[in-house]
């Protein structure tokens, strides 16, 4: 039967050599690893397991693009891909999933994925244009912002490509090896999180650009019609799309806060006098200038801002999602939501991501809160609370890595080894990565989620938030759709339910954990089954996201984390004393125990070679195992 | 068998809830300017109240079956109840349909800032009029069964 999804083959570049392979996508390689980190986490690993000592921006460390085997479809979230590398961040592994058009055209072009080795000698771009692939000077964009770069490559090249293309970017924070710079497509779609960015960067890699004419082939089209017939009425009746259509993710604002979900003031209260005032409804009326969306997807979650004027104008361009209104507003405690655009903006054009970037600003403000830093060291600026034209100042200066911003570009767990005293008492990392907006003390789960999660603090490496927060209901799994007491019983074995299924579903089938928050284990199944033409059953779909998650966690324990680094900080720790988590802190002793047991880890948080070996990766284990 | 033993009971708690939530200026004038018109549809025990906020004052209807009403939210009286003192996830509650809502779910949402202050009013609302055992965010012992 015909292999439908994939384009059939990768793209190998080696920016050192300047030689580039295609190579066809082995269709058993494609049924054992579906795609997405599927692929890429499998195919670094094989490039790096000879020689796995190397710094995260030395020309050793490859970097892996690959989309899923649904990405370029026309269905409702599937537009995403993914990218990894070693965290130039955390020192650990890295990975990023991102949205928008890139991931749909590298299709178009023919290419599932593209594998980048070496440094280049000058700051260069990658052309693909079908089957023309060429390594190009890119010494007159070199410098040049996200926004910029983008326009310019789309305009510059149109002459010499049949169809429009689409940019992938790095802005000054990646030239410059801001530690968390990010990629981004179309101007506002970010690989935000473990500094994909500044790995470009430390390549001398600014762009890729990507022209196709191709489109990938469905493998069974009648079942999949029939299919989007069925998802249509169930995306009509679903609340939660309804809701995020409406005011993208930044209706958590007014949902997470009554459940004390949401971070104020660097993790010390969950609820704030005005907090409404960047919640949706402040965004309509103050900022909101449009949707959009992602290839091929109806739910259009994304939301453009406008500042017409005042300290904060910015053009019309992508607006702050819920994380960005998080770690820039409320855990800043800046009730300015033209700032927090602004800062948002600027992250984008500079190619940051948000997360990290306001969480190391509230970190700094209470450093200086605290007399850790003056204004000495901050080159005059007062990081005070609620001070938005100081956040803002900040966050341009990270990007340039100008005086103080130069000691927050590496990111909160640096900066505190820098700034010295009890700095580390505000940290908020789990392995160098600074945890996303959503309190594990009003979800236990979430806590070891963040603990064991391969990258560091996250809330997408899994799909633990989405079930425990309950965005998604998996009624084929029972982990995914019980309903657990409240406190840590449990969390265990959905945390490991929860990666399983999400290894397969936002990793390897690449689909979106919003756009396709509607779909049962049985629908998605099926659309990447009549997509490929493959027939996958649940229990394999949950066989290769077991693999593939042992495999990140083996790549971060290769790079040398440990059961010390699985820890939450004590910041999010800390009891607090009134509002909805009153008393309330994850057992972390307890659910740690549980974790490594159900997941066959030795005391130092090493999966034995007996797993590793049974889930298929014995070259990982003897890795890990040599001795 | 839920909470509450029987509709009337369950009646004389939310209704007097909703009147106490309707006459509080900082949560009323938010509700007001909404002019939005609700119909719970609770069960176990079951019972209809439509909350009117299309006029000069909010009105609590129990009973009201022939309003128009803009919103149809239906949930058990325990969901109900335990959504009042801020224990429901909401989120989780609409996907497994716990709570079903019918009609222009953003404008639901966009009156979730303007309840807030009445998550904190309930249990003090159960204490001092007599529902002292409903509040279960005490040491809660349940009502007799009937």
């Not at chain 1, 900066?415 to 700095?423: L, P, S, V």
């Not at chain 1, 990140?552 to 290769?558: D, E, I, M, Q, S």
């Not at chain 1, 030795?602 to 070679?609: A, Q």
Request: glycine share 10%.
């Amino acid at each position: 039967m015909t292999m439908g999804g994939y384009a059939g083959q990768i793209l190998y570049v080696n920016l050192s050599s300047g030689e580039i392979k295609k190579k066809p996508l082995d269709r058993e390689f494609a049924r054992k690893y579906i795609g997405g980190l599927g692929f890429g986490t499998r195919i670094y690993l094989d490039l790096i397991k000879e020689n796995p000592a190397f710094d995260a921006l030395s020309a050793s460390n490859p970097f892996v693009l690959m989309t899923g085997p649904l990405t370029g479809m026309k269905l409702n979230g599937v537009a995403r891909w993914t990218v990894c590398s070693k965290s130039p961040l955390t020192g650990f592994w890295g990975d990023s999933n991102v949205g928008g058009f890139f991931g749909a055209y590298l299709k178009f072009a023919g290419y599932d994925g593209i594998v980048i080795a070496g440094k280049a000698q000058t700051p260069s771009y990658l052309f693909i244009n079908d089957e023309t692939v060429e390594i190009r000077n890119a010494e007159s964009y070199w410098g040049q912002d996200v926004y910029t770069v983008t326009d310019a490559l789309k305009e510059n090249l149109k002459p010499e490509t049949k169809r429009a293309g689409q940019v992938l970017a790095i802005g000054p924070a990646g030239e410059n090896l801001v530690r968390f710079a990010s990629l981004i497509n179309n101007k506002g779609h970010a690989a935000g999180r473990t500094g994909m960015g500044a790995v470009w960067g430390s390549k001398l890699l600014k762009a890729i650009f990507v022209s196709g004419t191709g489109q990938p082939e469905v493998a069974q089209p009648e079942k999949l019609e029939e299919l989007k017939a069925e998802l249509k009425v169930i995306y009509a009746e679903s609340i939660g799309i309804s809701a995020i259509h409406a005011t993208g993710t930044a209706t958590h604002m007014d949902v997470g806060i009554i459940g004390g979900d949401i971070p104020i003031k660097n993790w010390q209260l969950t609820d704030w006098d005005e907090i409404n005032e960047i919640g949706p409804g402040m965004i309509e009326e103050k900022i909101f200038a449009g949707h959009k969306t992602c290839y091929g997807c109806g739910v259009a979650c994304k939301k453009n801002a406008e500042v017409k004027d005042g300290p904060f104008k910015m053009e019309k361009g992508p607006g702050p999602e819920y994380e960005t209104i998080a770690t820039f507003g409320c855990m800043c405690l800046n009730s300015s939501i033209e700032s927090i655009a602004k800062a948002n903006e600027i992250c984008n054009r500079n190619g940051m991501d948000t997360i990290t970037c306001g969480s190391t600003i509230a970190f700094a403000i209470e450093c200086f809160e605290n007399g850790l830093i003056t204004e000495k060291d901050t080159d005059g600026i007062r990081l005070t609370w609620g001070n938005s034209e100081a956040i803002v100042k900040m966050t341009e200066k990270i990007a340039r890595r100008e005086g103080f911003g130069a000691v927050l570009a590496q990111g909160s767990l640096k900066a505190a080894e820098h700034i010295g005293g009890n700095a580390a008492d505000f940290l908020t990392t789990v392995k160098g990565l600074e945890a996303p907006m959503h309190d594990p003390r009003s979800a236990h789960g979430y806590g070891l989620a963040y603990a064991i999660s391969p990258r560091g603090a996250c809330h997408e490496a899994s799909l633990t938030f989405e079930a425990e927060g309950g965005t998604i209901f998996i009624p084929e799994i029972p982990e995914l759709s019980s309903d657990l007491p409240e406190g840590s019983e449990g969390r265990a074995e959905l945390n490991v339910a929860a990666q399983d299924y999400g290894m397969f579903f936002s990793n390897c089938a690449v689909f979106c954990n919003l756009g396709g928050m509607p779909l049962n284990a049985t629908q998605a199944i099926n659309l990447v089954n009549y997509v490929t033409g493959f027939d996958y059953t649940l229990e394999e779909v949950l066989a290769a996201g077991r693999r593939l998650w042992y495999l990140k966690r083996g790549l971060t324990n290769l790079f040398g984390a440990r059961a010390k680094d699985d820890r939450l900080p004590r910041r999010l720790m800390t009891v607090l004393e009134e509002g909805p988590t009153e008393g309330s802190v994850p057992d972390m002793d307890r659910m740690l125990a549980e974790f490594y047991e159900l997941r066959d880890f030795d005391s130092d948080g090493v999966p034995t070679k007996k797993v590793l070996d049974q889930v298929g990766l014995p070259d990982l284990a003897a890795l890990l195992h040599q001795s | 068998m839920g909470m509450f033993k029987d509709a009337e009971t369950f009646e004389k708690v939310i209704v007097g809830f909703f009147n106490l939530v309707g006459n509080t200026p900082i949560i009323a004038d938010k509700l007001l300017q909404s002019k939005m018109v609700i119909r719970f549809n609770y069960t176990d025990p079951d019972l209809v109240v439509v909350v009117d906020c299309a006029g000069d004052k909010a009105e609590v209807r129990p009973h009201d079956k022939t309003t128009t009403a803009v919103v149809e939210m239906s949930m058990s009286s325990d969901i109900a109840h335990r959504f009042w003192f801020g224990m429901v996830n909401l989120t989780k509650a609409l996907t497994r349909k716990e709570m079903v809502a019918k009609g222009p779910i953003p404008k639901v949402l966009k009156l979730l800032p303007a309840i807030k202050p009445a998550y904190a009013m309930y249990p003090k609302y159960l204490d001092e009029n007599g529902f002292r055992n409903y509040n279960i965010t005490k040491a809660y012992t349940p009502p007799p069964s009937a």
